[in-house]
């Protein structure tokens, strides 16, 4: 099944299942990448709070790191998720 064996053997969600997958399809070759919760939503056509529900259940099942990153100003900016 090549990458994606664990994700589709796994209980996730399917929704986490497609988060996951879009963060793959948008990371760097260091399997990082920074969208943010508004575009991921929009993209994936599902509300704001199932694609939070879905990075906390990815972050969970130890797929993905999140780390939260701020403007100069001290205004949230968007966060950096690194796949695992």
């Known amino acids: 099944m090549g990458y994606f064996e664990k994700i589709y053997q796994s209980d996730l969600s ?5 988060v996951y ?9 260091d399997g990082k990448c920074w969208p943010g919760i508004r575009t991921i939503a929009a993209e ?5 709070s199932t694609v939070k ?3 906390n259940d990815l972050c969970g099942a130890g797929l ?11 205004s949230h900016s968007s966060n950096l998720y690194r796949l695992l």
Do not use: V
């Open 53 to 55: 529900r879905a990075l």
């Open 21 to 29: 997958m879009y963060l793959k399809d948008h990371a760097d070759s």
């Open 64 to 74: 993905i790191s999140r780390e939260f990153r701020w403007r100069e100003n001290g």
């Open 14 to 18: 399917h929704r986490a299942r497609a």
């Open 44 to 48: 994936l056509r599902l509300s704001r």
